[in-house]
Nanobody
């Protein structure tokens, strides 16, 4: 089963930054959109941010101005820079990409707590 590989999660205090990375394996070709979703305990998975191959971005209202999504097409990698983190950002973060179908990563835990 082909999966994306996420890294960068962890435990941080409110107000601190964190950067997530997600790499798609070389077996996935012609990647179009890439994105980040998150799922908090007891809640549905929700969109955080997406980016097209050309660099157009879209963000959830709750993260606008604090999170920045970017990608390196040569490396098939997408990043999520998260600043001014809040306790309500605590969740498992999943990356995905769209190519011949949608692929997902295994998820990485982000916990924001003092």
């Amino acid at each position: 089963q082909v999966q994306l590989v996420e890294s960068g999660g962890g435990l941080v205090q409110p107000g601190e930054p964190l950067r997530l990375s997600c790499a798609a394996p070389g077996s996935i070709f012609n990647i179009l959109g890439m994105g980040w979703y998150r799922q908090a305990p007891g809640k549905q998975r929700e969109l955080v941010a997406v980016i097209t191959r050309g660099g157009f971005t879209n963000y959830a209202d709750s993260v606008k101005g604090r999170f920045t999504i970017s990608r390196d097409n040569a490396k098939n990698t997408v990043y999520l820079q998260m600043n001014s983190l809040k306790p309500e950002d605590t969740a498992v973060y999943y990356c995905n990409c769209d190519a011949d179908r949608r692929y997902w990563g295994q998820g990485t835990q982000v916990t924001v707590s003092s």
